[in-house]
């Protein structure tokens, strides 16, 4: 299949793929200028990712906008003129600052999931960067693109498609996760794509469209662009890479999963999700996880009511205390063997393309 470069509003990525955007720390500057440099779309997560700076603790919001400009800046050092962006969720409590700190330190595209950005487009008012929407339904893709041209007369640059079998946080319910087949999803895809067509035709621009979640080879990437999609849009095996900013046991532990191990969780931001069971998803089941601090992440949460703290659970997994950690996961990682580089897994999922 021959593949065409992915056309963002003003810009274009070489080849029709962006790596999915994974918090906390899972993806930052060196995976994401890794796969920019190689030609696709290179994502960084700005949920709390200032984790690691000195004064988090004391600081969270600050640390955090600190760390969005210095990984853009490290990632596009790296990426040789490639595309990167960043994934920000708009259940985050400082979701606006988070989008206008990315558009200010020169993000190429911004992507938002985890809610619908109803106001986006006034985020990045007067700059360069691309918006992205993830919806996973023809109903949320028509509700924000009605919005978005009566409120700001404008459209989407592109749209992502995550489907039922991603990782982390997923929209869907759990009775729809437990019947996946019985969704038709192939169908749901081709609605949103007639969908931003009406938007197409009225912009006089193309929108193009990625699906994620479940790609994990080339028959994966060849299916979804026959059912009209423009690229895709693969996270969980850029996790087992060696450019993967995640810590060696977190790699680990992908490559140890079975499919037997993947669970569908409650995650105290109200959506179910993704993860590989493990010591700390039964001790947060029966109810055994104490909660020491607030790191102020996601507006719905209320610290008395939810049964872990996501942040804590997320950083002590990706620095590898895996006991007491929540290692996000997409439906196909029982099928990882081995670590790999982001340009063979490029290579692997689209052809030696150059």
């Not at 400082?94 to 950005?117: I, M």
Request: neutral net charge; glycine residues 10%; proline residues 4%.
């Amino acid at each position: 299949m021959n593949y065409k470069p992915l056309k963002i509003g003003k810009k274009t990525a070489r080849l029709p793929i962006i790596q999915g955007g994974m918090g906390i720390g899972v993806s930052r500057s060196r995976l994401a200028g890794a796969v920019a440099k190689a030609g696709g779309v290179g994502v960084i997560s700005s949920a709390q990712i200032g984790y690691d700076e000195p004064d988090f603790e004391k600081d969270i919001q600050g640390c955090n906008l600190k760390a969005i400009e210095k990984h853009i800046k490290l990632a596009k050092q790296q990426a040789d003129g490639g595309l990167v962006g960043v994934n920000v969720m708009v259940a985050l409590q400082h979701y606006a600052d988070h989008v206008r700190a990315a558009a200010k330190a020169g993000a190429d595209l911004v992507v938002c999931g985890a809610g619908l950005p109803v106001d986006l487009p006034g985020l990045v008012e007067n700059t360069d960067t691309a918006i992205a929407p993830i919806v996973s339904s023809k109903k949320a893709a028509s509700v924000l693109l009605k919005m978005w041209d009566r409120k700001f007369n404008r459209t989407a640059d592109l749209i992502v498609i995550e489907g039922p079998k991603a990782g982390g946080h997923l929209g869907f319910s759990t009775e729809q996760l437990d019947d996946i087949s019985g969704l038709d999803y192939d169908n749901e895809i081709k609605e949103i794509i007639k969908e931003k067509e009406i938007y197409e035709n009225k912009f006089g621009k193309e929108i193009p469209v990625v699906v994620g979640g479940g790609v994990f080879d080339r028959s994966d990437v060849e299916h979804v662009m026959n059912l009209g999609a423009d690229g895709v849009q693969v996270a969980t095996r850029f996790v087992v890479t060696e450019e993967c900013d995640a810590s060696d046991k977190y790699k680990q532990a992908y490559i140890d999963a079975s499919e037997e191990d993947v669970a569908i969780i409650k995650s105290p931001v109200g959506m179910p999700g993704r993860a590989i069971r493990n010591k700390f998803i039964h001790n947060a089941q029966q109810g055994n996880i104490s909660i020491k601090k607030c790191f102020q992440c996601i507006k719905t949460c209320k610290p008395k009511e939810i049964p872990y703290c996501i942040t804590q659970a997320l950083v002590n997994a990706v620095i590898g205390d895996l006991d007491n950690g929540l290692i996000f996961c997409g439906a196909e990682v029982g099928r990882i063997k081995e670590i790999t580089t982001v340009p063979a897994l490029i290579s692997e999922l689209l052809g030696n393309i150059r």
